[in-house]
């Protein structure tokens, strides 16, 4: 079965620093699309990054982009989203997710937290 793991979330300070992690089986990951979502208390769920599935293309929500770089290892079937000059406002759950075979599959996300 489809398994996302996110990891890497913490209490970070503004201005810090961020490398999220989502971990991926039950897929032959390198063949499909993933994205990094965020929901912060309160709002909607918001898509933050997307890469294809060779990594050759990305896409970045307004929100993040110039702070933020999606990659993935095909070989480690992980995904990556490394968050610089983290702000207040990025504080939410992190999720990632892909649609296999017209079906979408989420993590269970990993929380940060930017405060002082």
């Known amino acids: 079965q489809v398994q996302l793991v996110e990891s890497g979330g913490d209490l970070v300070q503004p201005g810090g620093s961020l490398r999220l992690s989502c971990a991926a089986s039950?897929?032959?990951?390198?063949?499909?699309?993933m994205t990094w979502y965020r929901q912060a208390p309160g709002k909607e769920r918001e898509s933050v990054a997307t890469i294809t599935n060779t990594g050759g293309y990305t896409n970045y929500a307004d929100s993040v982009k110039g702070r933020s770089t999606i990659s993935r290892d095909n070989a480690k079937n992980t995904v990556y989203l490394q968050m610089n000059s983290l702000k207040p406002e990025d504080t939410a759950m992190y999720y990632c997710t892909t649609m296999v075979e017209r079906t979408r599959y989420w993590g269970r996300g990993t929380q940060v937290t930017v405060s002082s």
């Open positions: 039950g897929f032959t990951f390198r063949n499909y699309a």
